[in-house]
């Protein structure tokens, strides 16, 4: 397995996580994690865990910033990879 995917597996992890720590802090009125730090997470490659860990424990659904932003950052990372990836397809 090369770095990359080892790489694109423990940031959508790491996001993954982090959202189920945040809304288990949100509950309990707890100091939470900043959302410039989540959305740096999701742009550093952690959206689609980011993603599922919204839909998983419904946390920050309702935030139209997280409701749009964070699939918009998904989206644009399947572009990009599918644009790296025809790049490396024989001519």
């Keep these: 397995m090369g ?11 790491i ?7 945040d809304k288990r802090k949100a ?3 707890a100091w939470r994690i900043p959302e410039k730090r989540l959305f740096l997470v999701a742009l550093a ?3 689609a865990g980011m ?5 998983w424990w ?8 997280f409701a749009i932003g964070i699939p918009v950052i998904f ?4 572009m990009v990879a599918l644009a790296l990836w025809g790049q490396q397809l024989p001519k």
Excluded at 51 to 55: D, F, K, P, S
Excluded at 58 to 65: E, G, Q, V, W
Excluded at 75 to 78: G, K, M, T, V, Y
């Design 15 to 21: 996001g993954l996580i982090l959202m189920g720590v």
């Design 58 to 65: 419904r946390h920050k659904t309702k935030h139209n910033s």
């Design 3 to 13: 770095f990359g995917l080892i790489y694109i597996v423990l940031i959508n992890l």
């Design 51 to 55: 993603w599922m860990g919204m839909r």
């Design 45 to 47: 490659g952690g959206a």
């Design 27 to 29: 509950r309990s009125k």
């Design 75 to 78: 989206f644009l990372h399947i």
